[in-house]
């Protein structure tokens, strides 16, 4: 059975990611794009276009200095325009490590990425790791 398009799309996305291919994440993403996360940390809040996304992601790199691993678990689609993808997001900041199962609800339209909403199964721990 073929992978839909859309999950192919995110698919790249999390593969990108994971090499710290931010140009090639950026080719994925219309330039309004906006991520949205969860919580009261430092990262917390609405990351409004393509830059901005894509300084998050390096951020992230940074701060867990290189640590960030993320397993993509499922990446489901609905064909019209919606995918969630479900991870477990491991690394280290400092002296706190964390193991998070996180969702990202991606909003897709003409091939590109123009939403994403992050959930986490724990807020307060991911606050506590990211504060």
């Known amino acids: 059975m073929a992978e839909h398009p859309d999950c192919a799309l995110v698919r790249r996305g999390y593969e990108a990611f994971g090499r710290g291919d931010m140009e090639t994440l950026g080719t994925l993403m219309t330039a309004d794009v906006i ?22 992601y390096r951020r992230l790199g940074e701060e867990t200095r ?50 994403v909403d992050q959930c986490t199964e724990d807020i307060d721990e991911s606050d506590g790791f990211w504060g």
Do not use: Y
């Open 35 to 56: 991520h949205h996360v969860p919580g009261s940390s430092p990262l917390s809040g609405h990351h409004k276009g393509r830059e901005a996304v894509l300084d998050l």
């Open 66 to 115: 290189g640590t960030l691993r993320i397993r993509l678990d499922k990446v489901l689609a609905d064909g019209r325009g919606h995918v969630m993808a479900f991870h477990l997001a491991q690394g280290d900041r400092g002296d706190r490590g964390i193991e998070i199962h996180e969702g990202l609800f991606f909003t897709i339209v003409g091939g590109k990425i123009t939403d």
